[in-house]
């Protein structure tokens, strides 16, 4: 899976439409957790027109999480018990979306390791 590493801070952009960002992260094991949100650029609220979907993946492209809409059009997705080792956090689109060109959008990408 051909990913950027992830830093924080972390600002992406959905564009074109359908883009599909992926990032990767290292958890230290033996059973990590990890927490993984959209927001806008600036950590607040997500909007209408920027409405992000998250998945957690694992390096096999196992899904472990996956979030739409966390109470706004943001997303968290929340993986534990992880070993040691990479894992992927896949943002783009909320994918029953279909309009074109309208879901262009910048955001923000707040992973957390515990
Ligand atoms: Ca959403």
Redesign the pocket.
């Known amino acids: 899976m051909t990913a950027d590493v992830y830093t924080m801070p972390w600002v992406g952009r959905i564009d074109p439409d359908n883009e599909v960002d992926i990032v990767s992260v290292n958890v230290p094991g033996p059973a990590s957790k990890i927490t993984a949100k ?1 927001a806008s650029p600036d950590g607040g609220l ?1 909007f209408p027109g920027a ?4 998945q957690i993946l694992k390096s096999d492209g196992t899904t472990l999480a996956e ?4 109470g ?4 968290t997705a929340v993986a534990t018990g992880l070993p040691a080792g990479k894992v992927y956090i896949r943002v783009r ?2 994918p029953t979306l279909d309009i074109s060109n309208i879901y262009i959008f910048p955001y923000s990408l707040i992973v957390t390791i515990e």
């Open positions: 959209t997500c409405d992000s979907f998250i979030n739409d809409d966390n706004t059009y943001c997303s689109a909320q």
